[in-house]
């Protein structure tokens, strides 16, 4: 069975900076958009970033334009989200999924999803 693990997850500063990877652990599948969402106690979960299966096209929330970055390995599942300028409104969990075809852009859904990193900043 694929799995989605993420990694990287900690505690900062405001106006910190972390790295989140996500990779494949067990089963592996096609190369296809991969995003990132994210969940503060009591909300619901957010989308937060894509991208796409090439790497070349990539989507964000408004709240977090301009600060993270989305990245992939070429031709492979694994994803990088760099947030930068973080503030204590950017606390959550945040996960990793994988889109439910390798060809949508961008996805209709998600199909595969990871166990999340905490990601806490400090005021």
């Known amino acids: 069975q694929a799995q989605l693990v993420e990694s990287g997850g900690g505690l900062v500063q405001a106006g910190g900076s972390l790295r989140l990877s996500c990779a494949v652990s067990g089963r592996t599948f096609s190369p296809r958009p991969m995003g990132w969402f994210r969940q503060a106690p009591g909300k619901e979960r957010e989308f937060v970033a894509a991208?796409?299966?090439?790497?070349?096209?990539?989507l964000y929330v408004k709240s977090v334009k301009g600060r993270f970055t989305i990245s992939r390995l070429t031709g492979h599942n694994t994803v990088y989200l760099q947030m930068n300028s973080l503030t204590p409104e950017d606390t959550a969990v945040y996960y990793c999924a994988a889109s439910v075809d390798s060809t949508t852009w961008p996805p209709v859904g998600y199909g595969y999803w990871g166990q999340g990193t905490q990601v806490t900043v400090s005021s």
């Open positions: 991208i796409d299966w090439i790497g070349t096209s990539t």
